[in-house]
């Protein structure tokens, strides 16, 4: 009974996975946008200067979200950070942009999602360290009653879906996808004869 029992569930359930792997690929793809593309270009926005060039010239803003402490141990005088900080600043701009895009459209989905990975990570850094959440209940506990704090609860299921992309790529409907398939058809195209 309990053999029979169990075919039936792995034969059921390996037909559900095979079926079901290249949806939650996709749809993974589709609750990364619903819930966090806004919330990150929202964040990129923030950052930008003014004028064209606004990608390359932060606003003061940006150096005091990414770094609080250093800014204000400067008195708040600009002009006394360097080369380092300008370019962990931009660079940290354009990843708000450049990385949650790349995810929505599939394109180099598991680097994108790693890239991901590690911007959380940093942005949890700074939120707890840099802006002193670790004094206010930012980081919040696991098993407890309360399913709302913003680095144990939250950020932690923004990287499991993050995760199960790096691992499963971006599915079928992807620039990855067409990209593996012109791979494919160019790797199959008879190569001409070398004299």
């Known amino acids: 009974m309990i053999r ?9 359930f390996s037909g559900l996975e095979s079926i079901a792997t290249p949806v939650l690929t996709t749809f993974a793809r589709f609750i990364f946008a619903a819930v966090l593309l806004v919330y990150y270009w929202n964040s990129g926005a923030t950052k930008l200067g003014d004028g064209v060039l606004g990608f390359l010239f932060p606003s003061d803003g940006a150096y005091i979200q990414i770094f609080p402490k250093t800014v204000e141990a400067a008195g708040y005088d ?44 940093v942005q949890t850094w700074v939120d707890l360290y840099g802006h002193g959440g670790i004094d206010n209940g930012t980081l919040g506990a696991w098993f407890d009653r309360m399913p709302d704090s913003i680095v144990l609860d939250q950020r932690v299921f923004w990287v499991f879906i993050l995760l199960y992309l790096v691992f499963r790529g971006g599915g079928p409907i992807s620039v990855d996808r067409v990209l593996k398939s012109r791979a494919s058809v160019d790797r199959d195209a008879p190569q001409p004869a070398q004299a």
Request: aromatic share 14%; charged share 5%.
């Open 78 to 121: 600009f002009s006394a950070l360097g080369a380092f900080h300008w370019a962990v600043v931009v660079a940290g701009t354009w990843a708000e942009f450049l990385l949650p895009l790349a995810i929505v459209l599939g394109l180099f989905t598991r680097l994108a999602a790693l890239g991901m990975i590690g911007f959380v990570a």
């Open 4 to 12: 029979a029992l169990t075919s039936l569930h792995n034969a059921v």
